[in-house]
């Protein structure tokens, strides 16, 4: 049975930990026994901050291990997994250690507040014989499993033209501060940047146009266009300053040469150019959960988690980067 520690109590500690108790319910191998983070005792009495609802706003930890020093988990407990849910700046410093000591890991995203850091997670991981693998979660959200299946078998021809979005309203805290998250870009655009990676590979150039308007951040609502051989027209949008009643909304529009799909407000619509569109029927369960499961699953068979490769992630960070730079130039095309 796997042993798991979970580093990190905030809004996704929070999501992770409650599909990991919905896998121990549901038998799977695993067991969950101890969570870290510096500020337990107080977040383990409150709610935290996210866009996305999690199961409980308090939540009953009697029958976990509970710590608020890393090192002194670690001294005290044997773990096959450590999940790590704690700002992007620590990624690379505790990733590396924790593959060295033997230990697998999962590390949300992105990856790693630079890319040449993504590059030593990643090389450790090889070197080390690890699994790690970066939460990417929507390579694993049935939405966009979907499309991504829709493209490889070529059911509808190729893709002509391809838009994303992603929108909610300005983070707390830490996310603020864009020395440390990167701001929108890093933190809540990349996840498109990865879909872009993930379903058409690394674009040729990218231009980028993007705005600062909270004080402390970095760029805080980005478009950038995405440049292919085949002349496909690819667009990501995401904005974190959706305030008032917005709530939070992911999408995208993608056509084809013989239909096109749409993906807004949680509803995957199919409309092929010849028939009647249809709503495909997609697994119920959203990417985070799906996303461990894997995770959890190449572990206990001593594999890497082939659709999430740590790689490709630091690949998708690398494109972010170009295209903060391409921002800095206000929108000049950066080649890759």
């Not at 580093?7 to 919905?22: I, L, Q, S, T």
């Not at 690379?92 to 590390?107: F, K, M, Q, S, T």
């Not at 995203?109 to 080390?128: F, L």
């Not at 998250?181 to 993007?210: E, Q, R, Y």
Request: glycine share 10%; proline share 4%; net charge negative.
């Amino acid at each position: 049975m796997l042993k798991i520690g979970l580093v990190g109590f905030g809004f996704m500690g929070r999501m992770h930990f409650d599909n990991y108790e919905r896998l121990m319910r549901e038998g799977a191998d695993i067991e969950l026994t101890a969570i870290c983070d510096i500020r337990i005792e107080e977040l383990k009495n409150g709610g935290t901050w996210g866009n996305i609802a999690t199961e409980q706003e308090v939540y009953d930890l009697s029958k976990y291990k509970l710590y608020d020093n890393l090192e002194q988990m670690l001294e005290q407990e044997q773990f096959d997994i450590i999940d790590l849910t704690l700002p992007t700046p620590l990624h690379a410093e505790l990733v590396i250690p924790l593959l060295e000591r033997g230990i697998h890991v999962l590390c949300e995203k992105p990856v790693a507040r630079t890319a040449e850091e993504g590059h030593k997670m990643a090389e450790a991981a090889r070197r080390t014989g690890k699994t790690l693998m970066i939460g990417q979660c929507l390579r694993f959200w049935p939405a966009y499993e979907y499309l991504k299946a829709c493209i490889e078998d070529g059911r509808f021809g190729a893709v002509t033209s391809a838009s994303f979005f992603r929108g909610s309203a300005s983070p707390q805290g830490w996310f603020l501060n864009g020395e440390l998250s990167g701001g929108c870009m890093l933190d809540m655009h990349i996840h498109d940047t990865d879909m872009v990676n993930w379903l058409f590979g690394k674009p040729t150039a990218v231009s980028s146009l993007a705005r600062n308007v909270i004080a402390g951040s970095a760029y805080d609502m980005v478009s950038t266009h995405y440049a292919y051989p085949d002349g496909k027209v690819v667009n990501a949008q995401a904005d974190w300053t959706l305030q008032g009643d917005f709530g939070f909304a992911m999408g995208y529009r993608v056509n084809f040469e013989k239909g096109n799909i749409i993906f807004e407000k949680d509803v995957v619509k199919v409309n092929p150019n010849d028939v009647a569109g249809f709503v495909p029927e997609l697994p119920g369960d959203m990417g985070y959960y799906r996303e461990i499961k894997a995770f959890v699953e190449a572990v206990n068979k001593g594999e890497r988690v082939e659709a999430c490769l740590p790689e490709s992630a630091v690949e998708s960070l690398e494109i972010v980067e170009a295209e903060i730079r391409s921002a800095d130039q206000r929108g000049v095309w950066v080649e890759l």
